[in-house]
């Protein structure tokens, strides 16, 4: 064998390589991105999260009671993250991909509670994808007369 006939014959391997990978790229189908709709409603007593379709049908529904027998934890961090991954099973069971995140806290108070944060970290640590996250906190406007009359409660 001389040289020249070992560049043809690395050439032809080269090639067959080529055809080999264009091949594998042709079957491999892309795949189906389905978004789902994901509520969390955090409070400083619990952590409950709800995934939806985007028609708005339930398909699954976890909260930090279900996850501990304490009482005190079910608002926890860490909590929320085990509820995160049981709601994250759920969803690739059902082929899920991405999530439009949704929080909303008790009526009137300023942050949502302490599990927000580590559940929607918790889901994009599974590989899922967060397209936007917002927050649908019921704010009071006005609310009911205060008690005292006109000139306000005389002591």
Avoid: C, W
Avoid at 11 to 33: A, F, M, N, R, Y
Avoid at 46 to 57: K, V
Avoid at 109 to 133: D, E, M, V, W, Y
Wanted: charged fraction near 30%.
């Amino acid at each position: 064998m001389t040289t020249e006939d070992i560049v043809i014959e690395d050439k032809k391997i080269e090639e067959s390589k080529e055809e080999v990978t264009e091949e594998k790229v042709k079957k491999e189908k892309p795949k189906e991105e389905r978004i789902g709709i994901l509520n969390i409603y955090t409070t400083f007593n619990n952590t409950i999260i709800n995934l939806t379709d985007l028609a708005g049908n339930t398909i699954s529904k976890f909260s930090g009671g279900q996850s501990t027998k304490q009482s005190r934890l079910k608002a926890n961090p860490t909590i929320a993250m085990f509820v995160a991954q049981r709601i994250s099973e759920e969803a690739k069971d059902n082929g899920i991909t991405g999530f439009y995140v949704r929080i909303r806290s008790e009526t009137g108070q300023n942050n949502p509670g302490p599990g927000a944060h580590s559940a929607i970290k918790s889901l994009t640590r599974a590989g899922f994808k967060i397209i936007s996250i917002m927050d649908n906190t019921k704010i009071p406007r006005g609310g009911p007369k205060a008690k005292g009359g006109r000139r306000g409660r005389r002591v």
